[in-house]
C-alpha cells in the first residue's frame, strides 16, 4: 500500500514542478520537437506486485494464491488528439507456485487494446489515465496429491485501468511510468465432461517503458 502511495503522490507532483523544470531549457527544447511525430513502438517491463490466482474447487473451497513477479510486453500506438492516444499492446507473464501440496503454474499472454487521456505539459511530461480491453490466453497447470493432474487453457476477455506520467527524453524517445490494475480472465478447470475448479486471475502492477516515436 506504501508503494502505491508513493507512485501516486509521484504523479500528482509532476505536473506542478515540469513547468519549472523545463522552462529553464525550453527555448533549446523547442528547436528539437518543431515536427510532432504521433506514431510509436516500445516496450514495456512489468512489476506484479500482487497476480492473484483465486483457485475455487466447487462445493470443497479452494485457495487464493498471491505471487509476485515480473512480466515483460510491448506496445504500438498512435496520438490522435491533443489529449488522446490508442495502442495495442501485447504482454506476457504468469506464475509457478506451491500450496498445500499443490504446485500451480499459470502462463498468461494478454492482448490489450488500451485508450488513454492525457495532459501535455510543454511538449514534455504528459500525466495520463486509460482504460484496456483485450483478449487474454491463459495456459494452467495444477498437479496435487489429492486429485489428477488439472491442464486448462481458455482465452478470455480481459480489462485493465491504469494511470501514469509520460515523459520526453527528446523528440523521439519517450519514458513511461504506470501503475495498472488487471483482470485476465477466467479459466475453468475439466475432469471429463464436468467442471471441476475455477480460477479467476487479477494483479496489480507497477510498470516501465521506453518508446519510440515517428511519423508517417
Same mark, same amino acid.
Request: aromatic content about 14%; hydrophobic content about 40%.
Given at each position: ?7 501516486? @503522490? ?38 506484479? +506486485? ?15 494464491? #498471491? ?6 510486453? @510491448?506496445?504500438?500506438?498512435? #496520438? ?31 492482448? &490489450? ?6 495532459? +501535455? ?39 485493465? @485501468? &491504469?494511470?501514469?506520467?509520460? &515523459? ?17 480472465? +477466467? ?9 471441476? @475448479? ?17 511519423? &508517417?
Amino acid at each position: 500500500m506504501r508503494k502505491i502511495i508513493f507512485v501516486l @503522490a509521484c504523479l500528482i507532483a509532476v505536473p506542478a514542478v515540469a513547468q519549472d523544470y523545463w522552462d529553464d531549457d525550453y527555448d533549446s527544447y523547442a528547436t528539437d520537437t518543431n515536427t510532432r511525430y504521433d506514431n510509436y513502438v516500445g516496450i514495456r517491463l512489468h512489476k506484479n +506486485e500482487n497476480i492473484m490466482y483465486a483457485y475455487d474447487i466447487h462445493g470443497h473451497g479452494g485457495d487464493k494464491i #498471491r505471487k509476485d513477479n515480473l512480466g515483460f510486453g @510491448a506496445v504500438v500506438g498512435n #496520438r490522435l488528439t491533443d489529449h488522446i492516444k490508442i495502442e495495442f499492446e501485447t504482454l506476457y507473464t504468469g506464475a509457478t507456485q506451491t500450496k498445500r501440496d499443490t504446485e500451480y503454474d499459470f502462463n498468461i499472454w494478454a492482448n &490489450m487494446l488500451n485508450i488513454y487521456a492525457f495532459q +501535455e505539459y510543454q511538449d514534455a511530461v504528459a500525466p495520463y489515465v486509460g482504460l484496456g480491453i483485450g483478449l487474454t490466453g491463459i495456459w494452467a497447470d495444477i498437479n496435487s496429491t489429492s486429485y489428477p493432474k488439472l491442464t486448462d487453457s481458455v482465452l478470455d476477455l480481459s480489462f485493465s @485501468a &491504469m494511470v501514469g506520467v509520460n &515523459m520526453s527524453l527528446n523528440s523521439r524517445v519517450d519514458l513511461n511510468l504506470g501503475f495498472k490494475y488487471q483482470y485476465y480472465g +477466467e479459466v475453468e478447470h475439466m475432469r471429463g465432461n464436468q467442471e471441476f @475448479a475455477v480460477t479467476d486471475v487479477d494483479a496489480t502492477e507497477f510498470y516501465i517503458g521506453a518508446s519510440y516515436k515517428f511519423g &508517417m
